[in-house]
């Protein structure tokens, strides 16, 4: 595993080891996130994407932000240990990340323990009882997949095969799956699973294929999400295919080639904002978000993962900026009014959604934070409602 600190002065970023006793006028954030490992084609875009937040925003309230990285590997043991060096170690006042369902469960359990409040990169990692110190940046998977029934009614679509990770993420589409489909109609006739690090997929989908379904959902996301539709392709399946809005990455589309062409999937709207109405609200975002990266990474890449760690770090921004002056960094006291503050946040427009939180109520995101797009050949995404 790695760690780094990031100092931001006068807009350059200052990489370092990582030591305890930053000055307590500082903010601390520590991230755990996959920057290697299955999940790391999602974690080095929560990367960058944290990047352009932290040099867009270096400041706020007139207090610095200081990050702390740390990588878990894709590893849900190394995620939590991450959660608790950050927290007795480093003396974090909040944590953001994982790159994938598992190792964000792990590492939200910990923060969960301390009272650090923490900001959830990765949909389908919180568990009953945690909301009050956690927020969860992706849309929900039900308000997501509740887009694309109208299309599949449309489509004439009965019966719906379903393949999908063998872990939180792979559950979460399911669960949500099963409720929207019952009441449209539509029967689930598979519910096949695979790991991460999984190399094939042939028998669960010869078994999807002699089911006959009319369709195809898939419930993975990044670089191994790909491989059922690849396994799908060779086995000439000429269905429709359905995925979530986890499947709005580089790396899958890579990945997935010809095979993905002309499916549809929900996807927040960053991911089209150069087709969004030039006075939209997320067209605004995305280009800040836009000029922020390059600043911060280079080269300019269109990837939604990238762009829900940007809105994290504006949400955490913002809810800093609220809290200055009403608690000393470093300590409980500040923790809790920085909770506070996150749950209070109202209105925020950030690239994915317009966001509002309340205590209780993890999810910042409504109807405005979903469109439905089709993937085209070469890996366009074009809008279509």
């Given at each position: 595993?790695t760690s780094?600190?990031?100092?931001?002065?006068a807009?350059?970023v200052?990489?370092?080891i990582?030591?305890?006793?930053?000055?307590r006028?500082?903010?601390?954030?520590g991230?755990t996130?996959?920057?290697?490992?299955?999940?790391?084609s999602?974690g080095?875009?929560?990367d960058?994407g944290?990047n352009a937040?932290?040099t867009?925003?270096?400041?706020?309230?007139g207090e610095?932000?200081?990050l702390?990285k740390l990588?878990?590997?894709s590893?849900?043991?190394?995620a939590?240990?991450?959660?608790k060096?950050?927290?007795?170690?480093?003396?974090?006042d909040?944590?953001i990340?994982?790159?994938?369902a598992?190792?964000?469960?792990?590492?939200?359990?910990?923060a969960f323990?301390?009272?650090v409040?923490?900001?959830i990169?990765?949909?389908g990692?919180?568990?009953?009882g945690?909301?009050d110190?956690?927020?969860?940046i992706?849309?929900?998977?039900t308000?997501m997949?509740s887009?694309?029934?109208e299309?599949m009614?449309k489509?004439?679509?009965?019966?719906v095969?379903?393949?999908?990770?063998?872990?939180a993420?792979?559950?979460?589409?399911y669960?949500?799956?099963m409720?929207l489909?019952?009441p449209?109609?539509?029967t689930?006739?598979?519910?096949?699973r695979?790991a991460?690090?999984d190399?094939s997929?042939n028998?669960?989908v010869?078994?999807?294929?002699?089911?006959?379904?009319?369709?195809?959902?898939t419930?993975?996301?990044?670089t191994?999400g790909a491989?059922?539709?690849l396994?799908l392709?060779e086995?000439?399946?000429?269905?429709l295919?359905?995925?979530s809005?986890?499947?709005t990455?580089?790396?899958?589309?890579?990945?997935?080639?010809?095979?993905?062409?002309g499916?549809?999937i929900?996807?927040?709207?960053?991911?089209?904002?150069d087709q969004?109405?030039?006075?939209?609200?997320?067209?605004k975002?995305?280009?800040?978000f836009?000029?922020s990266?390059?600043k911060a990474?280079?080269?300019w890449t269109?990837d939604a993962?990238?762009?829900?760690?940007?809105?994290?770090w504006?949400?955490?921004a913002?809810?800093?900026?609220r809290?200055a002056?009403?608690?000393k960094?470093?300590?409980?006291?500040y923790r809790?009014?920085l909770?506070d503050a996150?749950?209070?946040t109202k209105?925020?427009?950030?690239t994915n959604?317009?966001?509002?939180?309340k205590?209780?109520s993890p999810f910042g995101?409504d109807e405005?934070a979903?469109?439905?797009v089709?993937?085209e050949?070469?890996?366009a995404?074009?809008?279509?409602?």
């Amino acid at each position: 595993m790695t760690s780094m600190r990031i100092n931001l002065l006068a807009g350059t970023v200052l990489a370092g080891i990582a030591v305890a006793g930053a000055a307590r006028a500082d903010v601390t954030i520590g991230m755990t996130n996959s920057l290697s490992g299955p999940a790391a084609s999602i974690g080095i875009p929560y990367d960058k994407g944290v990047n352009a937040g932290i040099t867009q925003i270096p400041m706020a309230g007139g207090e610095k932000l200081i990050l702390i990285k740390l990588d878990d590997a894709s590893d849900p043991s190394a995620a939590a240990r991450n959660a608790k060096k950050l927290i007795d170690e480093n003396k974090v006042d909040i944590i953001i990340g994982s790159a994938g369902a598992p190792a964000s469960l792990a590492a939200a359990g910990v923060a969960f323990e301390s009272k650090v409040p923490m900001i959830i990169l990765a949909n389908g990692a919180m568990k009953p009882g945690q909301q009050d110190w956690q927020i969860t940046i992706p849309q929900p998977t039900t308000l997501m997949l509740s887009a694309i029934i109208e299309p599949m009614k449309k489509a004439g679509v009965k019966t719906v095969g379903y393949i999908g990770f063998s872990d939180a993420w792979g559950d979460t589409v399911y669960d949500a799956l099963m409720e929207l489909t019952k009441p449209a109609g539509i029967t689930v006739v598979t519910n096949e699973r695979y790991a991460r690090p999984d190399t094939s997929v042939n028998g669960q989908v010869l078994k999807i294929v002699a089911a006959r379904p009319d369709a195809v959902m898939t419930g993975g996301s990044g670089t191994p999400g790909a491989l059922p539709h690849l396994a799908l392709a060779e086995r000439g399946y000429k269905g429709l295919q359905f995925s979530s809005h986890a499947s709005t990455n580089r790396d899958f589309l890579r990945s997935s080639g010809d095979s993905v062409n002309g499916m549809m999937i929900p996807a927040g709207p960053f991911v089209v904002h150069d087709q969004l109405p030039a006075n939209s609200t997320f067209r605004k975002a995305a280009e800040d978000f836009k000029a922020s990266w390059i600043k911060a990474n280079g080269e300019w890449t269109n990837d939604a993962f990238a762009a829900y760690a940007y809105d994290g770090w504006l949400i955490l921004a913002d809810a800093v900026k609220r809290t200055a002056g009403k608690a000393k960094p470093g300590t409980p006291e500040y923790r809790t009014a920085l909770r506070d503050a996150i749950y209070s946040t109202k209105e925020l427009a950030g690239t994915n959604a317009v966001y509002n939180f309340k205590p209780g109520s993890p999810f910042g995101s409504d109807e405005r934070a979903r469109v439905v797009v089709r993937i085209e050949k070469g890996g366009a995404f074009k809008l279509v409602q």
